[in-house]
């Protein structure tokens, strides 16, 4: 059942492609087909490795950080209820600022190239990582903890065996969507003032009007995000379900 | 104030304290970041000169835009969606997966379709925004109780007349979180829009005053956004808590 | 009125168990429960029934050792019972304490493998408290997959499976309907028999306090105390057909007549703080 809307989404996203391809014409646009022969050309394209490498390189980089840190301070801050309940809204504010407007504090601080991208990447994926860690820890059922201590359980094995446990559901959902927002975060970053990487390509497909590898590079960059969110969202349902 | 909001109002002011005094004190280079403190003056030094009134209009304007078009067609969408179940379900990978997709990727592309001018700006902060309007309407229309759809028809009201005067006012406190979701996201949208390229507007000052080291303009743009939009943000943020505490049994 | 079951030492002594929660400014404190006096003999049912609020959960908590009392002295096994709890006693909460995300059989495995037990030991403890709260078939399903029945027998097995001598229930049957709690206070008193642990009870519905204890501690409205202690004086070997008994009907309009004042004041104390 899942398997067959899915299709048919596929197929009304492609229907429509085609529509505005006819509507729109070759001065903007390409098909369907055309695009998907671009991206499988680009793919081959050894010159084009290296640009994947990098961007794929400055991700990485930046979704660990984001977990580290994000997951550090939401953790730190859920167990305390007076430090959860002063830091949310401090969180839940820099969640919906344009970080795009913080991007040249950060450039200044380290200059343009690979560590810029990587912490732009970062502080975009920090904040949901730790919102979502924070409200894990908090929202564990105090029950779980009362049986703790009717066991007679260490601080140290309540924690392993039940809080984790008990948390992981909620964080997991953080990290799946932390890690969206940081591969967004990269790409916004290469976008602007970057010497390599997909976002920096595209950018410089805009400024040549190359048509062709606009719409190849957006395919290739919605698929792999696409793709990866929902295996990041099964695995999510999966751990919903026992709950 | 209670306890916990003096002690965030605390914890603020001290951090904005230490950046001040680290910057003063020259651990943090000034070349890097200026003051807290000159920040402001910075800022009160561009809103009197009025250099970027057209910019700061522009903007608004474009987040207008983009906010208005996004709940016209998020609302509109949500309402014809939650009563068709099949579309809808069709649709459920699109809504799970929507936020993944990097918009952004689609600049380029609207920017060969419409030009330089301010259209690419309002379609990314529309394409951003409608997406929310459309899941929290679904959400709210979901919520409405079936007696209050029975009693519609022991009126005789028609789909229409049963969505304008029962449905949608029933779901209105969840269409507002929609809404507030909107305003965020159209100003994520936009600003970034124009940061990456644009003729004008606040995110493209901000990109040009960077390129020209003109560090004091830069970090005075960059306070007015910031407190722009957290200041509309928790407005938005504090108007939906009451308006869901009214509902709540 | 503190009450004794015998001339052997008592398991659990209660002497001027008192609890006051101190009020949060500018709210005065409030006395919660006590002075309590109790003395629990080994191996008998204890039943403790009152209006809602009168502080029987906090009861439980102390003697749990979960909370300090503000005054008074508790000891279970002759030890005093101060901030911990002691070694040998066990709780069945009233909300569904199993872990969702473990199967039934790690649920009950749970404490057993926290001890440390060798896995053989563990596997052949679990499996026979499988058998005994009639879970064997589910020993590899979720909780989320059972009834609220089912799972709050699992929280009884992954207590009884560590041998309590000393098990404490706080309303434990309170979210299921009415034919699954005679079923279940049933399982307990089989529970109760087979183990030979002293049970404390504490519970709402006063035919499940008559029909199930020894004796029945009827307690008074905010800040409670003991208003009688009711012996019930029924054989060990009992189930729930002791309804029929004429002196069921006696015990619980007794319990009952204790408690209907009681209750309205409790209903009159709720009033004035809203």
Known sequence: MKIRDSVALLIIVLAGWQLLYWAVGEIAFRSPATTFVNAGTMLADPRFLPHLRETLLAFVEAFAIALAVGLSIGVTLGASRLAGEVAEPILVALYSIPKVTLYPIILLVFGIGMPAKVAFGAIHGIVPISIF????????????????????????????????????????????????????????????????????????????????????????????????NGLLLALDHRLHRRV | MSRVGLLRTAVIAGAIASLEGLIRGGIV??????????????????????????????TLTNVALAIVAAMIVGVAVGTALQKAAALRRIFDPLFATYYAIPMYAFYPLLIVVFGLGDVPQICIGFLLAVMA????????????????????????????????????????????????????????????AEFITSSRGIGYEISFAYNNFDNRLMYGLILFVLLLVMTVNMSLHVWEKRLMARRRR | MSGSGGTAPAHVTLRGITRVYPGQAPQPPVHALGPIDLDLAQGEFFAVVGPSGCGKSTLLDVIAGLVVASAGEAAFEGTPIAGSVPDGIGVVFQEDASFPWLTVHDNIAFGLRELGRPADVVNAKVTYALNFMGLADFAHAYPAQLSGGMRQRVCIARTLVLEPRLILLDEPFGALDQQTRLLMGDELLRLWRETGATILLITHALDEATMLADRVGVMSARPGRFLEIVATGWARERDSTIVSDPRFGQLTSRIWTLLRSESLRALGHAGANR
Do not use: W
Request: proline share 5%.
């Open chain 1, 133 to 228: 860690a924070l409200n894990a820890i908090r929202n564990i059922n105090p029950i779980y903890l009362r049986t703790g201590q009717v066991l007679r359980l260490s601080p140290l094995s309540a924690a392993r065996r039940i809080l984790i446990p008990a948390a992981l559901p909620e964080i997991v959902t953080g990290i799946r969507v932390g890690f969206s927002l940081t591969l967004i975060g990269t790409l916004l970053g290469e976008m602007f003032g970057a010497q390599r990487g997909l976002g920096h390509l595209l950018m410089q497909a805009m400024t040549r009007h190359n048509m062709d590898s606009i719409m190849a590079l957006t395919l290739l960059l919605v698929a792999f995000a696409a793709v990866v």
């Open chain 2, 29 to 58: 280079p000034r070349f890097t970041i200026i003051p807290p403190s000159e920040m402001v003056v910075a800022l009160v030094a561009i809103l009197r000169s009025g250099k970027f009134t057209i910019d700061i209009v522009t």
């Open chain 2, 133 to 192: 309007v459309i899941i929290n309407t679904l959400n709210g229309l979901d919520r409405v109780p079936r007696v209050l759809l029975k009693a519609a028809r022991m009126h005789r009201m028609g789909g229409l007349r049963t969505a304008l005067r029962i449905r949608l006012p029933y779901a209105a406190p969840y269409i507002f979180t929609g809404f507030k979701l909107a305003v965020a996201y159209s100003f994520i949208g936009v600003i970034g």
